[in-house]
């Protein structure tokens, strides 16, 4: 399997849990976020997994920034070659009542969230296209299915990543590449830490249900669906079910535009 892999967010939480996963089946992993000292601290962690052996590199970059993370991509691509994976993990999270919450938070859950998820399919499929066997996941969240309560600068960014998703799905279909979106629950890392100090009462009851998952398992149930090539993995029976029922008539539109797209011979 090795291959390269280059995640946004690979310096922390389940980004970093994807790149421990991968390295240690021989992957070469190249991670991107902003923090250098986080950066390098992820880098020692693989390296010292692996007896100094990993084929790790960061680049210090903004996923917000289109310039920044186009040229770390391109740097990434020079160093360790063509990507076979592009997982873009890079996300925030600010919680809150909509009345009480500024423009700037629902701004900067935007861009990142979702900006950032779209700036990095955009750059790195023209490298992943030449991969024999690429794979481009992306990570959402169980708040990408319904509104909910405290959610309403997050949710929308992770709704549009879903949306982002399922249309890259039909199109890349028929380009050999492979599309996977993650929808997590509550999932024991750096972010989640910090969230629970902001979370409305009622948020946490919502979450509560779903208990919380290591980064680690999140991590191997995103890289198996991905391998088996299935489009979207959730964690736990309540993610599960609200996955399935919240738009029925999906899979019926999928179809129609896979035949659409054979009888209209358009290159997509
Ligand atoms: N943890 C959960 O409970 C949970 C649940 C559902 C979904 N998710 C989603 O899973 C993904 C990973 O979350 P996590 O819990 O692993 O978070 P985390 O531990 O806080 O890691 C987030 C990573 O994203 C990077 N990042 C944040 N903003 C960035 C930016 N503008 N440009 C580049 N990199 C940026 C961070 O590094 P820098 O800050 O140094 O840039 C860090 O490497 C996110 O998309 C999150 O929304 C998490």
Redesign the pocket.
């Known amino acids: 399997m090795p291959g390269h892999a280059i995640i946004?967010?690979?310096?922390?939480?389940?980004?970093?849990?994807i790149a421990k996963l991968l390295s240690s089946r021989g992957a070469s992993v190249s991670?991107?976020?902003?923090?250098r000292d986080?950066?390098g601290a992820?880098r020692e962690v693989l390296l010292s997994a692996a007896d100094g052996r990993a084929k790790v590199q960061t680049f210090s970059?903004?996923?917000?920034d289109a310039e920044e993370l186009q040229q770390a991509i391109a740097s990434a691509v020079a160093a360790f070659g063509t990507p076979d994976w592009g997982i873009?993990?890079?996300?925030?999270?600010i919680p809150g009542m909509f009345v009480k919450q500024s423009l700037r938070d629902h701004e900067d859950q935007w861009?990142?969230?979702y900006l950032?998820s779209l700036q990095f399919a955009h750059f790195i499929l023209p490298h992943l296209e030449k991969s024999s066997r690429p794979r481009l996941v992306l990570?959402?969240?169980?708040?990408a299915f319904a509104g909910l309560y405290g959610y309403s600068s997050?949710g929308p960014a992770?709704f549009a990543v879903r949306g982002l998703a399922e249309s890259l799905r039909v199109e890349l279909k028929p380009r050999n590449v492979s599309v996977t979106i993650?929808?997590?629950?509550?999932?024991?890392?750096?972010?989640?830490r910090?969230?629970l100090k902001l979370r409305p009462k009622v948020t946490s009851e919502l979450a509560r249900g779903g208990g919380?998952m290591s980064?680690e398992a999140v991590a191997k149930g995103i890289i198996s669906a991905a391998e088996r090539g299935d489009f979207q993995v959730t964690f736990g029976w309540q993610l599960k079910m609200l996955a399935r029922t919240h738009s029925l008539i999906a899979p019926l539109l999928r179809g129609y535009q896979d035949w659409l797209i054979k009888r209209s011979g358009e290159d997509p």
């Open positions: 946004t967010g690979g310096s922390s939480g389940i980004g970093l849990a991670l991107i976020a902003r923090n986080k950066l992820a970059a903004d996923v917000r873009s993990s890079a996300g925030i999270v861009r990142t969230n950032g990570i959402a969240s169980g708040a997050y992770k993650a929808f997590p629950g509550d999932t024991d890392t750096p972010q989640l910090s969230e919380v980064p």
